[in-house]
């Protein structure tokens, strides 16, 4: 269905732009994602999409996009035109890309979470305790999907991974990688425990150089907060720590940076474990 929104009292309208902030995507369970790079991930990733925008004078300067919205029309969802006022009102990025799409947030239960129906899941499991930086974020959930983690547990205290910046980094991850959300420490460990998940902590306190440890498979990798890494009772509950070896001149890397090159080393270790079978 096709209709015009004209007004910015429009209720679906006002609807879409309180996904803006976090307590309204956290009441509906909805966020917002832009661009038709994205929209066409969630169609490819059978993503919830509850309805989409699209700028009024955009479908006719655009032939893909006309293709786009075809698809999205025959799968039954609604598509909104707005004036280029309104629809700039909704967009986050300062060069709008003419569509936006609402999605409903995946809600996963322990049993989807920890038993992936996914052949192609390694077994390994991300564990980000209390990161806030949204760049960060999005980067490190892009990474983690791209090395074919089971999925990424985000501890209390993490920040909004549907925020719009995280969703832009993320780049269609959030399509993909299971999220898992637990409310303490103590919660985390346990289900970790609970799936025999061998517990890494990255961090410089009694740690081992990252390449001498087994990062092969059924791991629970744990990054930090950007300012003040993991929580103690993250690190005391780890099986093993392990650090990634710089100049003394240098004091951290990046969380992101860290991660990846972490997460990568997984790989790294798997494609040779699987070469000498």
């Known amino acids: 269905m096709r209709k015009n929104i004209e007004s910015?009292?429009?209720a679906i309208f006002k609807t879409a732009l309180g996904l803006q902030k976090k307590k309204q995507r956290e009441s509906l369970s909805q966020y917002m994602i832009e661009g038709p790079n994205l929209i066409r991930?969630?169609?490819?990733?059978?993503?919830?999409?509850?309805r989409i925008f699209v700028r009024i004078d955009e479908e006719k300067?655009?032939?893909?996009l006309e293709g786009l919205l075809n698809e999205i029309q025959r799968q039954g969802i609604d598509i909104y035109f707005l004036s280029r006022k309104l629809f700039?009102?909704?967009g986050e990025t300062i060069t709008p890309q003419g569509i936006l799409g609402v999605v409903k947030k995946p809600n996963y239960t322990e049993e989807d979470?920890?038993?992936?129906l996914s052949c192609q899941a390694n077994g390994n499991m991300l564990v980000l305790d209390r990161l806030q930086d949204p760049g960060n974020l999005g980067t490190i959930l892009r990474t983690a999907d791209a090395a074919g983690f089971q999925g990424v547990i985000l501890c209390k205290g993490t920040g909004d991974v549907f925020a719009p910046k995280v969703v832009r980094s993320a780049a269609g991850a959030l399509f993909r990688l299971p999220l898992f959300f637990t409310n303490s420490a103590e919660e985390t460990i346990s289900y970790l425990h609970k799936y025999e998940k061998r517990i890494l902590a990255a961090t410089m306190q009694n740690s081992q150089v990252y390449y001498k440890v087994n990062l092969c498979g059924n791991i629970g990798l744990i990054i930090g907060n950007e300012g003040n890494g993991i929580c103690?009772?993250?690190?005391?509950?780890?099986?093993?720590?392990?650090?990634?070896p710089m100049m003394k001149s240098t004091e951290s890397l990046n969380a992101a940076v860290a991660a990846g090159i972490l997460i990568y080393e997984t790989v790294r270790q798997r494609s040779l474990d699987n070469s000498e079978q």
């Open 41 to 50: 991930e969630a169609l490819e990733n059978r993503a919830e999409l509850l």
């Open 88 to 90: 700039e009102k909704l």
């Open 232 to 244: 103690q009772e993250l690190i005391d509950a780890a099986d093993e720590t392990i650090c990634i």
């Open 113 to 116: 979470f920890f038993h992936p």
């Open 8 to 10: 910015a009292n429009n």
């Open 61 to 64: 300067r655009s032939p893909e």
